[in-house]
Nanobody
């Protein structure tokens, strides 16, 4: 199995930046891709960004974060990062890291809160 631990959330003012980290442990070789989703109160969880963990750094972004968020990986540390710039209050949510295993299984982290407020 794979275990994910997120960190880096917190309170930030509009226009500010945060970097989230997601460290993976366990059966690392089973991971095909990792990514981030978010869920604001009263809404459904929505995808934010995704990256393939081996080979070419193919990444995908939700339209709402393109140009502001960047997902990256450090395979030596088994860690994926989400750099979030120019944050606005609509970005306030719990952010969840996930790993896609074997092409059919998704494992989730416990989540970290990002609060964009004055």
């Amino acid at each position: 199995q794979v275990h994910l631990v997120e960190s880096g959330g917190g309170l930030v003012q509009p226009g500010g930046s945060l970097r989230l980290s997601c460290a993976a442990s366990g059966n690392i070789g089973a991971i095909l891709a990792m990514g981030w989703s978010r869920q604001a109160p009263g809404t459904q969880r929505e995808p934010v960004a995704r990256i393939i963990v081996e080979g070419d750094t193919n990444s995908e972004y939700a339209d709402s974060v393109k140009g502001r968020f960047t997902i990256s990986r450090d395979n030596t540390e088994n860690t994926v990062y989400l750099q979030m710039n120019n944050l606005n209050p609509e970005d306030t949510a719990h952010y969840y890291c996930y790993a896609d295993l074997y092409g059919w299984l998704k494992v989730w982290g416990q989540g970290t809160l990002v609060n964009v407020s004055k």
